[in-house]
């Protein structure tokens, strides 16, 4: 089942509308989450990484005031695009890791379509 | 800086063969894992394999192997017996041990497509 919760899963609207999108742990604590972002055909690059209690760690050239990351519990991350714009429709995508270990894989949410108009 | 490439953007193979996908990675870490996901056109993130720089085997999930070779800094991924399910973007993926809570850098993906 899924170990990862990621919602919505797609969103349409205006721009200079403000989306949250959030990411959810399911049955375990995650200090630290991941952000994603991916155009079509294309890989995922990381934005930024987010920590529970703490600043999320912003990838270079990754607008923190553009996009908001709030990390207020062990099984919640947050990640708002503020005043979206057409160039900020992509597919966003989150991961959390379910357990220590370097061979411990990322476990993705779905994913949320993005989509300003 | 680590960095992850993987040369082939597409792929295709007929269904029931074998088919492998390159990737290489450059890091100067000596702790490192190897990771690859597929991604169907849904868009989830499926797990599929891991290796670890120490492991001295090559790792194996069912239809899906990892053929390590460390000094070449190369981990393809082969797929035994494909299958049409098996259609989708496949990416390999690496984390150093070390780095910031253990995050991973993706290479540009191969689309690869079963042909019955």
């Known amino acids: 089942g899924a170990v990862v919760s990621q919602h919505p899963s797609r969103v349409i609207c205006k721009s200079g509308t403000s989306v949250k999108i959030e990411c959810r742990s399911l049955?375990?604590?995650?200090?630290?989450m991941f952000w994603y972002r991916q155009f079509p055909k294309q890989s995922l690059m990381l934005m930024a990484t987010?920590?529970?209690?703490?600043?999320?760690?912003?990838e270079q050239g990754v607008e923190k005031d553009k996009f908001l990351i709030n990390h207020a519990s062990l099984t919640l991350s947050t990640l708002t695009v503020t005043s979206a714009h057409p160039e900020d429709s992509s597919f966003y995508i989150c991961?959390?890791?379910?357990?220590?270990?370097?061979?411990?894989?990322?476990?993705f949410g779905d994913g949320t379509r993005l989509s300003i108009l | 800086a680590q960095k992850i490439t993987q040369t082939q953007p597409g792929m295709f193979v007929q269904e029931k063969e074998a088919v492998t996908l390159d990737c290489t990675y450059d890091t100067s870490d000596q702790s490192y894992g190897l990771f690859w996901y597929k991604q169907p056109s849904s868009g989830e993130m499926i797990f599929l394999i891991y290796q670890g720089s120490y492991d001295e085997q090559n790792a194996t999930e069912g239809r899906y192997s990892l053929n390590f070779q460390k000094a070449r800094k190369s981990a393809n991924l082969v797929i035994s017996a494909s299958q049409l399910g098996d259609s989708a973007m496949y990416f390999c993926a690496m984390r150093e041990v070390y780095n910031q809570g253990g995050k991973l850098i993706f290479g540009q993906g191969t689309e690869l497509s079963v042909k019955p």
């Open positions: 049955d375990f604590q995650a200090t630290t």
């Open positions: 991961s959390a890791r379910r357990a220590p270990g370097e061979n411990q894989p990322q476990h």
């Open positions: 987010s920590n529970e209690g703490s600043k999320a760690t912003y």
